[in-house]
C-alpha cells in the first residue's frame, strides 16, 4: 500500500538486526515484547523476581511511542510529574522535569536515563521486529520468530506494545506516486525535516497534527492541512517547571501519585461533584471560563460529573468550547469548519494545544475540508480533490493509529488451537481483564487498557503479571489462562460499561471505527480506573479467579 511511506529515512536508519536465523534457538523464562514505558518497567520486575528475560524491541532504542513519535511538538498532555515512574523514589528523585508537559525529545532522555539506572539495555535486543510467536502445547513454549528470521523460546510472552503503535494509513490510490517526500508522524526521522521554503501538506487534525501544524506552520513556505474531522481542542497551558515546583514534586511525589490513584482517570485532579443542569447558568460559565484558564485536561476531566455520561451537560460545554474556537479564528467561515458539531465533547481524546487555531490565521496555512471535497488520490506532484490538484514538496499523514489491538493482531499469535490472535478477535477484542485471552497460556498483554493517565495504570498492570507469574511458579503450576467463562463475562462487562458513557457513539480509535473494516467495539475499559485496579487486585487475591491453572 504505501512503499513510499515505508521507505520514509526512519525505516531506512534501522541497522540490520543483530542475529540471523542460523544462530541456536535460545530459551528464557520470559521474553517481554517492547521497551516503552511498560516494556522496561516489565523487563525490571521480571529480572528482579530472578527470571531470565530478553526483551525485544522494534526500534533502535528505548522509549516505545516517545522513540518513534519525533515530530515537531510532540509533547506529553499529561502532567509530567504523574507521567513519569513512581516505583522508585530515588528515580524520583534524581530526574528533574523541564516544563510541566514535557516534550518528546526530553521523554526518551528519561526514558533513556531509566535504562541505564537500572542496567536494562543488556537485556534488550534492539531492531528486532516481532513477526510471529507460536505456542507449542507440548513444550509449553512460546516460539517467538523475529523479521529477520532469528527464533528464540519462552514460558511466559509478555506484550508490552503499546495502545498507540501500529500505525495507520489510509489506503489513498496513488500512495507510491508520490515524487516529494511522505512521512508518517508515528515514524518521524531523527534527522531534522527541512521546512523551509517547501508547501506542506498535513492530512489529518488529531492530537498529533494539534500539536505539529502550528510548529511547523511557521517553517514552511506554505501549508495545506486536510481535516475529515473536526476536534475539540483545549488550550494545553504549558510552562517551564520552576526550581520551587521541581521541589515541591520531589518532596509531595507519594502524595501525587496517591492522588492519582485515587482519581477516575489517573490524573491529579478530580471531576467535580455537581451534576452540570443542577449549577445556574451564570455560575456554570463562570467554573467553565475557570476551568479553560487551567493547564492540561482539567476542562475535561475537572468538569461536572457528568460531563461524559449527559448529553445535555455534555452539549453545554461543547458549546462552550466552540464559541472559544469561533472567538480565536479570524475568518468565520475557517472558523466554522473547525468548529466540531457532530459529536460530544471528550468522546474522542482531547487534543490539547498551543496556538492551534492561531495557525488558521496566517497568510501561509490553507485548510481544505475533505468532507466538501475529499481526497480522490495521491500524485506525483501532491493530492488530487474532488475540487483539484494541490501541488506539494512534502506530504505528512497524522493519519493515527490501528489503536490497542492493532499492535498485536499485526504479530501472528498462535494460541494452543492454532487459532491467531487475529481470528479471535475479529469481532474486538476478547480478554479476561485486559491481561490474558483464553487459549493462550502464559500469554500476557502489558498494556494500559483503562482509561487512565498511561503510567499511571501501567504500573500496576506490570505489577500484577509479575505478582501472577510469582504465583504460578511458586505454585508449580506450569501455565496459566483464562476459563472461556470468566473471559465472556468481563467482555461483556467492559461492553456494558463502555456503552454507559458518551464514548461508544461516536467515531474514533477508543472503539475502532477509524479503521476500515475494524469491528466496532469499546477497546478501553470505560469504569474508572481504581474500580478496574481493585477487580484486578481482588482476582490475584482470590487465587486467580477465572484463571485456569495447570
Ligand atoms: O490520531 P487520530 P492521532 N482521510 O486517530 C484523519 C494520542 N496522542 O495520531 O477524525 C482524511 O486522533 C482523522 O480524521 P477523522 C492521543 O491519545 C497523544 O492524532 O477520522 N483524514 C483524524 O483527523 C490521541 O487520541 C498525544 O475523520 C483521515 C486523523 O487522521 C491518539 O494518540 C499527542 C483519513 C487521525 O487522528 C491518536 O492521535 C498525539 C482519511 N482517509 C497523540 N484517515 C499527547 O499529547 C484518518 N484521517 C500525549
Redesign the pocket.
Known sequence: MASSIESTPIRSESVPHSATGAEPIKQFDAIVIGAGVAGLYQLYRLRELGLSVLCLEDGGGVGG?WYW?RYPG?????ESETYGYSFSKELQQEWDWKEH?SGQPENERYLNFVADKFDLRRNIQFNSHVTAATYDKAANLWEVQLESGQRMRCQFLVAAVG??SA??I???EGIDSFRGQSYH??RWPKEKVDFSGKRVAV?????????LIPIIAKEVAHLTV????P?YCAP?RNSEVSEETQRRFKATYDEIHKKCLETPAGFPYDFDRRRAMEVPKEERLKFYEELWALPGFKKWLGNFRDIMTDPVANEDFAEFVRNKIRARVKDPAVAEKLVPKDHPFGA??I??ETEYYEAYNRDNVLLVD??ET??ERITPKGIKTTDREYEFDIII?????D?ITGALTRIDIRGETGQTLKEKWAGGPRTYLGLQTAGFPNFFIATNTAFCN?TVCAEKVVEWITDCIRYVRDHNYSRIAPSPEAEDAWVKHVNEVGSQTLLSGT????VG??I?GKAHAILLYANTAPAYRAKIAEVAEKGYEGFLLQ
Open positions: 511511542t513519535n510532540c509533547r506529553f498532555d499529561s508537559y495502545i498507540l500505525r495507520y489510509p489506503p489513498f508522524t508515528s492530512i489529518g487534525t488529531g492530537a498529533t497534527a494539534v500539536q486536510f481535516q475529515r474531522t476536534n494545553l474522542k481524546r487534543p490539547l475533505v468532507r475529499p481526497i499523514y497524522a493519519t493515527g493509529f489503536a498511561y467515531k474514533s480509535w477508543f471505527d477509524n476500515p
